[in-house]
């Protein structure tokens, strides 16, 4: 029985494709393009404000509100902090990337590598609530301002309305850095892998030719590189988009979108208006992508 079937199918490429494809493809269209579609009809329905009911009728009203300056203040908050977290993690990976695929041997290679996908075998929440940890007033941090005595220079900063907060655990500052720590690894390694299809040759007759480190790095390293960069900064913008529970845990009373549509979901009950939220993430990402693509972004990939 077993035979025939295996010849069956051997003779059948096109049916062996389908069956392979067949429930991945299911699940993509059902579950996660389903809910997609889902959120995006409910947010064309409206909350009655007197009975506290969903009307399910088409309207734009919900969209409306999204426009008023408190929304759009979460927006403009959490697309910058994206924006920020995302910058500040390629800074930071690209070095650790390029030494990893130029300089390591291949035993210090396997190390880095464990190190850096490390803090991925622990639990997101734990990881979290030790950078809250970390960044109280009693943390470690705070120990080792008071050590040199520049705690006037972690007060200025505090102090600062758009970035500051009672303490670096309750402050977007807090959440900057948690943020970046969090993603990290998913921008080292895209990075890594981008810069190890760069061949040795393109380094050493842009050399040959007489460019100096910051050209070579200008001219070849980063636009090879490209594909690695937006490939890891679309994991890091995105996910730090949709986050809510690093804004929960280490932010203030400035709400983002994963706490906005936490909130109207859960605790207002007003669903449109969170489905309407959750579009908004949805966009500024197609964007994001499209921008990325018309700089050739993924002509490498």
Known sequence: ??????????????????????????????????????????????????????????????????????????????????????????????????????????????????????????????????????????????????????????????????????????SPIGMFIAFCYIWLPYMIVPIQTALERVPKSLIEASSDLGANAAQTFRNVLLPLSLPGVVAGSIFTFSLTLGDFIIPQVLGNSRYFIGQAVYAYQGTAGNIPLAAAFTMGPVVIMIVYLLVARKLGAFDAL
């Not at 889902?38 to 009655?48: D, H, K, P, T, V």
């Not at 426009?67 to 759009?72: G, H, K, M, P, R």
């Open 1 to 170: 029985m077993l035979n025939r079937i295996s010849t069956y199918l051997y003779q059948r490429p096109k049916l062996i494709l389908a069956l392979l494809l067949g429930p991945p493809m299911l699940y993509m269209l059902v579950v996660y393009l389903g809910s997609l579609f889902a959120l995006l009809i409910n947010s064309f329905f409206y909350l009655e404000e007197f009975t506290g009911l969903v009307v399910r009728q088409f309207t734009l009203r919900t969209y409306a509100k999204l426009f008023e300056l408190t929304n759009l203040g979460i927006f403009f908050r959490t697309a910058g902090m994206a924006m920020a977290v995302t910058i500040a993690d390629i800074i930071i990976a690209f070095p650790l990337a390029y030494y990893i695929a130029r300089f390591a041997s291949t035993r210090l290679k396997t190390y880095l590598y464990i190190a850096v996908t490390l803090p991925l075998w622990s639990s997101y929440l734990v990881r979290v609530y030790a950078w809250k940890l970390i960044l109280a007033k009693e943390g470690i941090v705070s120990w080792f301002v008071n050590l040199f005595g520049l705690d006037f220079v972690l007060d200025k900063l505090l102090s600062i309305p758009s970035i500051g907060g009672s303490s670096l655990s309750l």
